[in-house]
């Protein structure tokens, strides 16, 4: 079987019986993948840099955003698909697992992801950026939107682009960025700057 990625799930969950939907989850002490589990592929899109930003998280599968754009897709002894990947907050790593069926919540679109702009090229990415429709002053209205915001719940429709955070980098000769986007202008605005 070739291997699954977020442009193949939903096409392979469709072949399996039907399961109960909505979001389930389940939690394990360890960080290594169980005996007995099948691995299947990843939703990681190795075009862009995935960012950690959670859209309607416990409540749909958003494939773009944090946990899922970085989950391994494995098949448990049930015959069960899981995105599963290593939480690292709290006391000790642990890994969460997402069972997911066809009848289950997805969002495809948009993706959240994370550029990194050398200052010297801070200008020519704002001009690049225009032809999304971002401006100097609609970046600092999106900016401001989300300003305290680490769990986005409102409607996104996919359609545009949106820099939800702008900060200095590990040296401060170059921007992060975050942009939500679909995954189509994310792989077009990502390979255009690095």
Sequence with gaps: MELLGYDTILDHLKTLPANTGGFQYKELLSQQVPDGWQYLGTLLDEKIRPAIEVYKHFTHYALGFYPFNGCDIYEDEEGRVLLSYIEFGGHAPFRTSYI???????????????????????DAFMDFMMKYGITKDSLEEDLLRYKNITHITDELTGEEVTVLRKHRGITSTEWMYTIIATRSDAHAISSWFQ
Excluded: C
């Design 100 to 122: 997911a069926t066809k009848a289950s919540p997805f969002i495809i679109e948009p993706v959240a992801f994370s550029l990194q702009v050398h200052e010297k090229d801070n």
